[in-house]
């Protein structure tokens, strides 16, 4: 006697690129910091923005949105 088991397919995960340059010294930096903690570079990077990347992918939340009082340090803004 034998049981068919019906195993639902996982939906296909598409990833994408992202690309930055570091100096030799960051790398070098980043590198040395990852063997000490027994991690790799792109495990350490994800774990770092993983508070951006999780949880916006369909609305950011007003709280997230610069306000009009607040200090723009930088000049991004073209007013």
Do not use: H, W
């Amino acid at each position: 006697m034998s049981v068919a088991i019906n195993k639902k397919r996982r939906k296909k995960i598409k990833y994408k690129k992202l690309v930055f340059k570091l100096s030799a010294k960051q790398k070098k930096s980043l590198e040395n910091y990852c063997k000490a903690r027994k991690t790799t570079p792109t495990k350490l990077i994800k774990k770092s923005i993983n508070r951006y990347i999780n949880g916006f992918d369909e609305s950011v939340p007003e709280e997230y949105f610069k306000s009009e009082r607040q200090l723009d340090l930088f000049g991004d803004d073209e007013n």
